[in-house]
């Protein structure tokens, strides 16, 4: 017990070390390549963070721990948006903008249309196909306008826009920028892999099932990363990092680490994914699109909200 709990402190510790690397690197290759804090968080932050659910979801996977590998991702998203946004926004109203709306509408797009696929009680390998190539219009769209716009490379998108056009200003290195952002990866997923061992032998210990291990202590290790960038990137007044990154990982999430754990192996659906935990993930995502539809930020309230829709669904499914 004594091991698990040095497992989970240690893995807590690499967990911030590698928000605090991977925000510098990737606002440092944002300036470097002329391209938006916003495209940034949507593509290079928010798939490395989602590294751990993904090594998480396919072990749980080809393990036969189908009711940890669903739970992973579902839980992994609520917690993105009720834990990591809500606590991102208490700590500083994150402003949105065009581009933030729009990839907050296509999760909530991706979110509606696995209804019909949960429902079906399997995720099977051409659904997997499906969900890839999801991913590839995604990615493929969002780089197409970010080069239509020819967005002009920031350090922040709220409050105070710093533009580094100056001729005076020098780019900052790409190999030092990539190598922060390879650094960052192995500290947020070391800090991860050591925080879900230790935190699943605890739950073990106390006899906890293997869903609400996949739907709440699983899910919220493999989302310390999201955490961890997220805070640092709300500290320094980096929203489009704070609302790129859960955005991002929630549609990474669905259409790449689902898609590609169900590649590898189909997926059984547990009948209380249905019950409860996919309207969970759904309503959030919903909240999220509202949201920043009608007032383009999120306050410090709207954070509490999330925050306590989070412990109040975490409370519910271990009762």
């Not at 306008?145 to 100056?166: T, Y």
Request: aromatic share 6%.
């Amino acid at each position: 017990m004594l091991v698990s709990i040095l497992f989970v402190a240690v893995g807590a510790a690499l967990l911030y070390a590698g928000g605090e690397v991977m925000i510098a690197g990737a606002v440092a290759l944002a300036r470097r390549f002329e391209v938006s804090s916003l495209v940034v968080g949507l593509t290079v932050v928010a798939f490395a963070t989602s590294a751990p659910e993904l090594a998480a979801t396919a072990t749980a996977a080809l393990r036969g721990s189908s009711d940890i590998a669903l739970g992973n991702v579902i839980g992994s998203n609520i917690a993105n948006v009720g834990l990591i946004l809500g606590a991102s926004a208490l700590i500083a109203p994150l402003a949105s903008n065009g581009g933030v709306r729009r990839q907050a509408a296509f999760m909530l797009v991706v979110t509606i249309v696995f209804l019909p696929l949960l429902a079906e009680g399997t995720l099977m390998r051409w659904e997997g196909l499906l969900m890839l190539g999801g991913l590839a219009f995604f990615l493929f769209s969002l780089l197409q306008r970010a080069r239509a716009e020819q967005v002009p490379p920031l350090l922040a998108a709220s409050g105070e826009l710093e533009v580094l056009m100056k001729e005076d200003v020098e780019p900052p290195s790409g190999l030092l920028a990539s190598f922060k952002v390879v650094l960052g990866i192995a500290l947020l997923i070391g800090g991860a892999q050591a925080l879900v061992a230790g935190a699943s032998d605890v739950a073990r210990h106390f006899g906890v099932s293997e869903r609400v291990i996949g739907l709440s202590l699983v899910a919220f290790g493999t989302s310390l990363p999201e955490l961890a960038t997220c805070v640092v990137a709300a500290r320094r007044r980096e929203d489009d990092i704070v609302l790129g990154n859960v955005i991002g990982s929630n549609i990474f999430n669905l259409l790449f680490i689902l898609g590609t754990t169900v590649l590898i192996h189909p997926i059984a659906v547990a009948p209380g994914v249905m019950q409860i935990d996919y309207w969970v993930m759904l309503a959030t995502s919903l909240l999220v699109v509202l949201i920043l539809g009608l007032r383009r930020r999120i306050l410090r309230l709207e954070g509490a909200v999330f925050l306590l829709t989070y412990l109040v669904y975490v409370a519910y499914i271990y009762r």
